[in-house]
T-cell receptor, first 114, second 112 residues
Framework: GAVVSQHPSWVICKSGTSVKIECRSLDFQATTMFWYRQFPKQSLMLMATSNEGSKATYEQGVEKDKFLINHASLTLSTLTVTSAHPEDSSFYIC??????????FGPGTRLLVL | SQELEQSPQSLIVQEGKNLTINCTSS?????LYWYKQKYGEGLIFLMM?????EEKSHEKITAKLDEKKQQSSLHITASQPSHAGIYLC????????????FGTGTKLQVIP
């Protein structure tokens, strides 16, 4: 089946630094990728839709200048958390639409901001 | 916006017992997904339902979508410790756009 990878799988950074998370579709092309965020003991919350070759679409309440998304190719989308703060610590998951019925999720990236 | 409520929030069952998880939508469901997640890990796709009254099974897991397409259930027969995890239902809007809104989640523990 289709595989989506994320890198890194976990990252610890100091407050004020920026962190880049990569999401790759390994064996298929994805025009659209999605970024989700999950807090402990909570469900996934969609942050933004990443469209190849165009600007990302952000969900209400998500700061686009804080969470920069770039979808430079059909197999790669990146999420950059700029000037990270402890409240940005979370589990970030991406997904890619592989076919009409299934969306494939990456394994997630755990971010801890100290 | 569409809201998905899952029940129960958590469930502890003895190995071998059957169980059901429900997912209720505030709006008509056009695409309903069931995923399993071990916390801190990615999501495992289980099943996708689209038609009212549709039922799908995979191994010991059966998912149904009601005729009105506002409620779905996930049934596990003869549960095993490997079934433990968080079960999430998710819905997509009409038009084939794959943005998924997730339910509140159900945490399942299976006691050997």
């Amino acid at each position: 089946g289709a595989v989506v990878s994320q890198h890194p799988s976990w990252v610890i950074c100091k407050s004020g630094t920026s962190v880049k998370i990569e999401c790759r579709s390994l064996d298929f092309q994805a025009t659209t990728m999605f970024w989700y965020r999950q807090f402990p003991k909570q469900s996934l919350m969609l942050m933004a839709t990443s469209n190849e070759g165009s600007k990302a679409t952000y969900e209400q309440g998500v700061e686009k200048d804080k969470f920069l998304i770039n979808h430079a190719s059909l197999t790669l989308s990146t999420l950059t958390v700029t000037s990270a703060h402890p409240e940005d610590s979370s589990f970030y998951i991406c997904s890619a639409d592989g076919d009409a019925e299934t969306q494939y999720f990456g394994p997630g990236t755990r971010l801890l901001v100290l | 916006s569409q809201e998905l409520e899952q029940s129960p929030q958590s469930l502890i069952v003895q190995e071998g017992k059957n169980l059901t998880i429900n997912c209720t939508s505030s709006k008509t469901l056009y695409g309903l997904y069931w995923y399993k997640q071990k916390y801190g890990e990615g999501l495992i796709f289980l099943m996708m339902l689209q038609k009212g009254g549709e039922e799908k099974s995979h191994e010991k897991i059966t998912a149904k979508l009601d005729e009105k397409k506002q409620q779905s259930s996930l049934h596990i027969t003869a549960s095993q410790p490997s079934h433990a995890g968080i079960y999430l239902c998710g819905a997509t809007p009409p038009g084939g756009y794959q943005k998924v809104t997730f339910g509140t989640g159900t945490k399942l523990q299976v006691i050997p």
